[in-house]
């Protein structure tokens, strides 16, 4: 597998100060969870959740990023925030899903994917408050409509979704039981690998992964077809025991 990209030497952008100003402009009462990434590995744990198919799960699939933060308001919306890998100036801002939905109520809805916002947290916050939130208000509230009101499937029928899974060697596999959606993945570059039960994107190339995953969600989304990504489970022993996270903050701030 090929490495993924890394940022430069001298970038010295700091995700933890310029989330904390962002907060302080943003509308409402925000906690602010600040992660380092020890392992490459850590930088998809934290962003399994991110409701972006474009510009931000590229920058996660190609490249190395270090540090995260996640911004959650009282009501339960998160942000997610890092550095934009190609352009010193810029950070990315993306919503995160709310956890504990069911896939299926994501069908057919549109993900509200992230924006790249100016270094300057005051015009950030104008754009994430003009662009972002309100995409995001809605997408938040189709999916909770879906959750509340499932349809009713008809007898023998199957759920359509498809669940991708980052494996520890950058790979994604992704699982469904529908025909449909089976040949949107094969069409994109996925092949089924019997030994995994799943249809397998290799990370040889994260560049061309990244594209692959984009268009395979959008075409899914055109077929009324949820799409999930996952960070692959940790081991029953090592998920058991206490994980110290010295790089991880939190704190709160309110405009």
């Known amino acids: 597998m090929t490495a993924p990209h890394t940022l430069p030497a001298d970038d010295s952008r700091d995700v933890e100060s310029f989330a904390t100003v962002l907060s302080e402009e943003l509308p409402g009462h925000w906690t602010i969870q600040y992660h380092q990434h020890a392992r490459h590995e850590e930088q998809f744990t934290h962003a399994e959740n991110v409701w972006d198919l474009n510009e931000v799960a590229a920058a996660l699939a190609e490249y190395a990023l270090g540090a995260d933060a996640h911004l959650v308001r009282d009501d339960g919306m998160s942000l997610y925030v890092t550095v934009h890998p190609r352009h010193e100036e810029e950070f990315l801002v993306a919503a995160i899903a709310p956890a504990g939905v069911a896939p299926e109520a994501y069908a057919g809805v549109r993900e509200p994917d992230g924006i790249a916002v100016p270094a300057d947290a005051e015009r950030a916050a104008r754009a994430v408050t003009a662009d972002l939130l309100p995409r995001y208000d809605i997408a938040l509230a189709q999916v909770r409509h879906n959750a509340m009101n499932p349809p009713q499937p008809r ?4 759920q359509e979704q498809v669940v991708m899974t980052w494996l520890e060697d950058g790979s994604l596999a ?3 039981t529908t025909r449909p959606s089976a040949e949107v993945l094969l069409a994109e570059g996925f092949v089924w690998e019997s030994a995994a039960k799943a249809y397998v994107l290799g990370g040889d190339d994260t560049r061309p992964q990244a594209h692959a995953v984009r268009a395979a969600g959008a075409r899914l989304a055109r ?10 489970a940790r081991p029953a022993a090592e998920a058991t025991l206490p994980t110290p996270q010295p790089g991880a903050r939190t704190t709160a701030r309110t405009r």
Request: glycine share 12%; proline share 6%; hydrophobic share 60%.
């Open 223 to 232: 077929l009324g077809i949820a799409t999930v990504l996952r960070a692959a």
């Open 174 to 176: 992704a699982v469904t």
């Open 155 to 158: 007898p023998g029928a199957q």
